[in-house]
T-cell receptor, first 108, second 111 residues
Framework: RKEVEQDPGPFNVPEGATVAFNCTYS??????FFWYRQDCRKEPKLLMSVYSSGNEDGRFTAQLNRASQYISLLIRDSKLSDSATYLC?????????FGKGTRLHILP | NAGVTQTPKFRILKIGQSMTLQCTQD?????MYWYRQDPGMGLKLIYYSVGAGITDKGEVPNGYNVSRSTTEDFPLRLELAAPSQTSVYFC??????????FGPGTRLTVL
């Protein structure tokens, strides 16, 4: 089993809709969690850190469920500019593990 | 702050040639990383460093070497380039357990 797993998608979602994706991690000792966004042929950029209490940044909400070992990302009122690959990142003992990403296409 | 800078942006090598990909960060981060990303695929860790003078292998180190003589710089050396090393190379830096900041990448083609 991979240490970090994501549905590769693609998720094809109409503009304005709400979309959610999850990421599961296998090691319960994982300590910090992040969502990154990567546009085609560009470097990954931090979207948001994920905290146990959940956190929100505008249209984006991230949640962590330690008991079930997954993190989630919710995007509300999706925009065309949200089209990208979303990478789940887990940090354990200073080892950073990237998921392979979920591709999101927002349709006009 | 410039963040993480990488040079060159693009390079074409012939099989068997060598080159060094440069990476510099100005955020005083202890940790630095080199990844490669093949088209349509995820990031693969080549080497990483937790501080000056300390380096360690990642998932795909064969064919590469690194050094870390200063906090700021983490060059990646390719010896005897092969077509399988055609990829986009990203350098990143972070504080321990913190978010990673990535450079813009080097697009390398080996013919």
């Amino acid at each position: 089993r991979k240490e970090v797993e994501q549905d590769p998608g693609p998720f094809n979602v109409p503009e304005g809709a709400t979309v959610a994706f999850n990421c599961t991690y296998s090691n319960s000792a994982s300590q910090s969690f992040f969502w990154y966004r990567q546009d085609c042929r560009k470097e990954p950029k931090l979207l948001m850190s994920v905290y146990s209490s959940g956190n929100e940044d505008g249209r984006f909400t991230a949640q962590l469920n330690r008991a079930s070992q997954y993190i989630s990302l919710l995007i509300r009122d999706s925009k065309l500019s949200d089209s990208a690959t979303y990478l789940c990142v887990v940090n354990r003992d200073d080892k950073i593990i990237f998921g392979k990403g979920t591709r999101l296409h927002i349709l006009p | 702050n410039a963040g993480v800078t990488q040079t060159p942006k693009f390079r074409i090598l012939k099989i068997g040639q060598s080159m060094t990909l440069q990476c510099t960060q100005d955020m005083n981060h202890n940790y630095m990383y080199w990844y490669r990303q093949d088209p349509g695929m995820g990031l693969k860790l080549i080497y990483y460093s937790v501080g000056a003078g300390i380096t360690d292998k990642g998932e795909v180190p064969n064919g590469y070497n690194v050094s870390r003589s200063t906090t700021e710089d983490f060059p990646l050396r390719l010896e005897l380039a092969a077509p399988s090393q055609t990829s986009v190379y990203f350098c990143a830096s972070s504080y321990p357990r913190g978010e990673q900041f990535f450079g813009p990448g080097t697009r390398l083609t080996v013919l």
